[in-house]
């Protein structure tokens, strides 16, 4: 007989990814378990209002964590949120999970999703005031800078064509920048340079934020002259790279060179019985609902597999 530690499918990362694959596994009747550092919902627990998740006019982020949560609940999904990952082997049929504080789950299939995270400044006031208007999305919070004045920072492509995006909505945007020249294409160089609404301050960056509730100003720095200056701005958006919480995953699936996991598109990575979901993938568009999306495809694929597990072992 199989262990109470024993799960058919085991989660981890409890986002938008990883929760959507509860719902689905356990809804099929398949015996899930969601493990994830922090709290249950992810990045979704940042954001303080999610306008663009369809069939659901506004709602905060830790609002519709908490919503999904409670439907995989609903459905029996065990969840365990603020642990810690001490061992993961992935290798063979029988998939093994050993926390820090000792407690030992194994399972059939894995579904790695936890995520990523922007890369930050690491300026005195961007943790306090990230979501209080500082972003690291244009496509889900530019509309709330509709008519004001915002600051885009960075100087690759991301940079570019999101500060051009967000010319749709501010009545001014400027690009800072650390270096005088940008990484990006030449197209998209072009592009935000013709844009009157469009200007530059190169070779300079942000040091510091200011506000209490909310962001009022920025402290910038100019590299030519190590000059200090003070800026009132409704907004700032950071773009200078993205990174994948795969750092536990490194030499244990298949990573590219951006340590983004690979997968086909049934979620499968290189490795049977383990898949993977979310903003941790290879991928372009990283949003709740492509989150959700890939959390689906993964349960589904391994649903199918642990049901081809267990009808070659009833045969055997
Ligand atoms: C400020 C902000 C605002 C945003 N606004 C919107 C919006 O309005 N609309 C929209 O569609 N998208 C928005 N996004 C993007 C959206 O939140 C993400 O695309 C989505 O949450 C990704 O879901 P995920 O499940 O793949 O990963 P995540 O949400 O990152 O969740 C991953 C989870 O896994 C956990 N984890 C990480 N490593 C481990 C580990 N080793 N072991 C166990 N658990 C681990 C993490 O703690 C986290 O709980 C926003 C993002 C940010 C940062």
Redesign the pocket.
Known sequence: MESNNHYNAIV????????TAGIYLSRARIRTLI??????????I??H?????PGVESVS?YQLSMIMRNQAKKFGCDIKAN???DTLKLDGEVKEVILSDGARFTADAIIL??????RTLGAPGEETL??KGI???A???GDFFTDKEIMVVGGGNSALEEAVSLTKYASKVTVVHQFDHFQAFEYAIEEARSNPKISFMMETTITAFHGNEKLEGVEITDFKNGYKQNYPIDGVFIFIGYVA?TE?LEGKVELNIWKEILVDTDMQTNIKGVFA????IAKRY??????VA??TIAALAASKYIHELHKTIQHA
């Open positions: 981890i990362g409890g986002g938008p990814a990883g929760l493990l994830s550092e922090g709290t249950i919902g992810g990045q979704m940042l954001t209002e999610i306008a663009n998740y982020g642990i810690q990952l999703s936890p995520g990523g995270r922007s990230k979501g972003s690291y999305c496509t889900c919070d919480n536990f979901a979310g903003d941790s990283r949003q709740v609902t492509t989150a890939d959390g």
